[in-house]
């Protein structure tokens, strides 16, 4: 037996990285998977490999149409809703305010806040009626960058911190009957794209080294891929063992916020000894 024996979830851009690996863990956790995908060949793939336990919406997750077809298509194809994950996400690849062209920076602002954080909105709003007829939850994914600076830009560092000012928002005013939570990964290698209005529609994130730059920074000392992250997000689905947990954000980036304690433990060593 699973721990999602019975749950019926939906997940937002579930077509690859993070939200892939969602789906994958889902599954094998026992739950049914409705699934909103922008991409028609990444939903065709899902099906292919997932069968009967997914049925996929494609369509944006920042159109409200998309977002309501997608709960309709997963309570018609499974009957209930229990599990809201808005996942789907742009990165800014850490473009600075000094750096962002003026004429562009409206747009960029537009497009990366209206996924990243519109996109979460509108999500839930089409899964408040059926979650709350289940009792459910909702779960959206953040970054270490709803911590800490540097995790990004400013447009994608300040759209993580207004994520962590929804998950509060919505725990307070679905309370009693929807839980709502947010999972803070860190940093894999995914298909994450950029803003178009910066030129990034087509850059991956999985370009870059990322496992060895995690490997460097973090105290774990490797990189983590997608379902490494994917535990915390069960933990939090699962009504039996965390019925008591709503509004909290739960960081999970590989000890991102303590990758200095070595080398402030080096550096203090040598201080004291040289002192001595």
């Not at 800490?148 to 994520?163: E, I, M, Q």
């Not at 529609?201 to 105290?219: E, H, I, Q, R, Y």
Request: one cysteine or more; glycine letters at 14%; proline letters at 5%.
């Amino acid at each position: 037996m699973g721990w999602l024996d019975g749950n019926v979830a939906l997940v937002t851009g579930g077509g690859s990285g993070l939200g892939r690996a969602l789906v994958e863990r889902f599954v094998a956790e026992g739950a049914k998977v409705g699934v909103l995908e922008i991409n028609p060949a990444k939903a065709k793939e899902l099906e292919s490999d997932l069968g009967d336990s997914v049925v996929v919406t494609t369509g944006s997750a920042t159109e409200w149409a998309d977002n309501a077809r997608a709960v309709s298509d997963t309570v018609g194809a499974f009957g209930r809703l229990d599990t809201f994950i808005g996942n789907a996400a742009v990165w800014d690849y850490g473009a600075s305010l000094e750096a962002l062209p003026p004429e562009a920076l409206p747009s960029a602002f537009e497009q990366l806040f209206g996924l990243n954080v519109l996109g979460y909105m509108l999500g839930a709003k089409a899964a408040i009626e059926p979650l709350r007829e289940s009792g459910g939850s909702i779960i959206f994914t953040l970054s270490n960058a709803a911590f800490y600076p540097g995790g990004g830009g400013p447009l994608y560092t300040a759209a993580k911190h207004a994520g962590v000012g929804l998950v509060r928002q919505l725990a307070y005013e679905l309370a009693p009957d929807i839980r709502v939570n947010g999972v803070a990964p860190g940093g894999m290698s995914t298909d994450l794209r950029g803003p178009a209005a910066l030129g990034l529609a087509d850059t991956s994130f999985s370009t870059m080294p990322v496992d060895s730059l995690m490997a460097k920074l973090l105290p774990l000392e490797r990189g983590l891929a997608p379902a490494d992250y994917t535990g915390t997000y069960v933990l939090l689905a699962s009504s039996a063992n965390s019925s008591s947990t709503t509004g909290s954000v739960h960081n999970c980036d590989g000890g991102f916020g303590v990758r200095g304690r070595k080398a402030d433990a080096a550096l203090m060593e040598e201080m004291l000894g040289g002192g001595s």
